[in-house]
T-cell receptor, first 115, second 114 residues
Framework: SAVISQKPSRDICQRGTSLTIQCQVDSQVTMMFWYRQQPGQSLTLIATANQGSEATYESGFVIDKFPISRPNLTFSTLTVSNMSPEDSSIYLC????????????FGPGTRLTVT | GENVEQHPSTLSVQEGDSAVIKCTYSDSASNYFPWYKQELGKGPQLIIDIRSNVGEKKDQRIAVTLNKTAKHFSLHITETQPEDSAVYFCAARGLTGGGNKLTFGTGTQLKVEL
């Protein structure tokens, strides 16, 4: 498994501003993912972040709105830009470890409220 | 791409009873099926998974079954306890249509009553 931490754990932001969420893993991982979970809903993949390459975004998500950095094998950031109330969600970092194939672990999430 | 349906959306059982949650998937090439438990205010926790070359897997009170022909898989929890109360998500890892990623079901809110 992997121990994943996220910062901040929660935040309240004003519309039009941006927030950067940090994800730190206790071991080197190749695959890191960012998900969004709207209140009471399932998990939706925003993008896959691999070290040394551009993030791959899912349909409906664009780099200008959700820029991602992956400077090394243990760290990634997701920025939510020009926020609106519709961006209020839980943002989850996830990693696929090099142990058992395909196993994916999640961080505790960042609870974002946009007013 | 992959589509995963999950039923029921809510499930209430008495402590000690069994609980069963069912999921169906659309991509016949999917090869990995994890289950996650999400408690209030926390991230999803991987509790069990099954791969396409296996029909059943058990870990203490939790078991998962997979029927590849019918494209459905189920989570079975026996001797339920109050601490089993949470939202459970199934997922499938598809391989076609931009796959190699997990697609999640819509979740089941399990409540274990005393």
């Amino acid at each position: 498994s992997a121990v994943i931490s996220q910062k901040p754990s929660r935040d309240i932001c004003q519309r039009g501003t941006s927030l950067t969420i940090q994800c730190q893993v206790d071991s080197q991982v190749t695959m890191m993912f960012w998900y969004r979970q709207q209140p009471g809903q399932s998990l939706t993949l925003i993008a896959t972040a691999n070290q040394g390459s551009e993030a791959t975004y899912e349909s409906g998500f664009v780099i200008d709105k959700f820029p991602i950095s992956r400077p090394n094998l243990t760290f990634s950031t997701l920025t939510v830009s020009n926020m609106s109330p519709e961006d209020s969600s839980i943002y989850l970092c996830s990693v696929e470890t090099s142990g058992r194939l395909y196993e994916q672990y999640f961080g505790p999430g960042t609870r974002l409220t946009v007013t | 791409g992959e589509n995963v349906e999950q039923h029921p959306s809510t499930l209430s059982v008495q402590e000690g009873d069994s609980a069963v949650i069912k999921c169906t998937y659309s991509d016949s090439a999917s090869n990995y099926f994890p289950w996650y438990k999400q408690e209030l205010g926390k991230g999803p926790q991987l509790i069990i998974d099954i791969r396409s070359n296996v029909g059943e897997k058990k870990d203490q009170r939790i078991a998962v079954t997979l029927n590849k022909t019918a494209k459905h898989f189920s989570l079975h929890i026996t001797e339920t306890q109050p601490e089993d109360s949470a939202v459970y998500f199934c997922a499938a890892r598809g391989l076609t249509g931009g796959g190699n990623k997990l697609t999640f079901g819509t979740g089941t809110q399990l409540k274990v009553e005393l």
